[in-house]
């Protein structure tokens, strides 16, 4: 894949994204795409859960059922979703802290996550690893990370491990715009590169490092063009389109069974919530939030299931009524299963068995 040096792709940055009006963007989804049914009804079944999912744990962070930090994946449903059709079962996913939407996508059980979220013992983490720090095993989600930019030369260390063990998987890595000022985050792209490891470097850039603007601090603003110094094929998407995140992902991925290396992509997308739970978002415009709700990832899918005669009216409703339930369920699971066992402190330490020493 070659570099893409255009800013003409720049749809959801403050700067341009007025030239991606919602009508426009509605009258083109179906003639410039061709992905089938089922792929579509994927993307708007997963994308509504992981928004009905978050929205509940608004909710339940507001009543104290959620404690500690909670960061919501509303908005950002396609960065994620999008990835899943990309890539293959047995690829690796890794992620920071905002990292609800990431096994909720990939198939993991909306009672685990939600149990884990209120800290008990069926959570997919067992309980000890809260909205921060989500892991599935069984799904290859490696995990949630709380320092910002640590996950990402850990997806290096990932597909390092892939190469070592001559499989054809990857690792795919996610981040925040904000960790692109993190040392490792250079390192990682320098090794990465250099050793040609089957890694795809995801900038989820949606404006803002927590309150402050990618403008207000750093002179480069066109964040996937730090790959292009270490001579990675690096190229901006616009992310609030489920397509152009399968689109290129599908490229990257392609690249990295080939063995030629990493890629890096800048994922232009929007949260609509704050940072975090405590954040009331005042740095920015209602104007400017109301311009990217025209442009909801979710929204988009429906449109195109409607303009491709793919769905009905009657199918929302049902998947909406479905989609709640399951959330619903998740919620009454989480509040009946019981916390960990005092005991569990001592267990998931170390790899190997030790004996801890008690008083």
């Known amino acids: 894949m070659a570099k893409t040096n255009s800013k003409s792709t720049n749809t959801t940055t403050k700067k341009s994204k007025t030239t991606n009006s919602k009508s426009s963007s509605k009258a083109k989804v179906a ?17 509504l859960l992981i928004r009905r999912f978050e929205e509940k ?5 507001g009543r104290q059922k959620i404690k500690g930090f909670c960061h919501l994946y509303i908005g950002q449903e396609a960065c994620v979703v999008g ?6 079962k047995e690829d690796k996913w890794i992620t920071a802290y905002r990292d609800h939407g990431h096994p909720l996508a990939l198939g993991t059980s909306p009672n685990a996550v939600m149990a884990e979220l209120f800290a008990k013992a069926t959570g997919c983490t067992k309980g000890k690893g809260g909205s921060m720090h989500l892991f599935d095993k069984e799904v290859n989600f490696m995990g949630g990370h709380g320092i910002v930019g ?10 390092f491990a892939e190469k070592y063990n001559k499989t054809d998987n990857l690792c795919i890595c996610f981040m925040g715009d904000g960790a692109v000022r993190q040392g490792a985050f250079h390192e990682a792209l320098n090794m990465a590169m250099t050793w040609k490891l089957p890694v795809i470097f995801v900038i989820e850039n949606n404006g803002y490092a927590m309150g402050t603007s990618v403008e207000r601090t750093s002179n480069v603003v066109e964040l996937y063009t730090l790959g292009e110094a270490y001579d990675i094929p690096s190229e901006p998407v616009d992310a609030m389109k489920v397509e152009e995140v399968h689109l290129s992902l599908e490229r990257a991925a392609e690249r990295a069974r080939k063995g ?16 975090s739970m405590s954040d009331p978002a005042k740095y920015r415009t209602k104007e400017e939030l109301a311009s990217y709700k025209e442009l909801d990832p979710i929204e988009m899918v429906k449109e195109a299931l409607l303009s491709n005669k793919m769905a009905d009216e009657g199918y ?7 989609t709640k339930k399951i959330v619903s369920d998740a919620v009454d699971f989480a509040e009946e299963s019981p916390y960990p066992d005092v005991e569990e402190i001592y267990k998931d330490v170390y790899v190997e068995s030790y004996p801890f020493l008690k008083d």
């Not at 990835?83 to 293959?88: D, E, R, S």
């Not at 800048?266 to 919530?273: L, M, Q």
């Open 31 to 47: 003639s410039k795409y061709n992905f089938p049914k089922e792929t579509y009804q994927f993307w708007y079944e997963r994308m």
């Open 57 to 61: 744990c608004g909710q339940l962070y």
């Open 83 to 88: 990835a899943v059709t990309a890539l293959k």
């Open 150 to 159: 640590a996950q990402i030369p850990l997806g290096a260390g990932i597909a």
């Open 260 to 275: 030629d290396g990493p890629t890096l992509l800048e994922f232009r997308t929007y949260r609509y919530r704050g940072h």
């Open 316 to 322: 929302f409703e049902e998947i909406e009524k479905k």
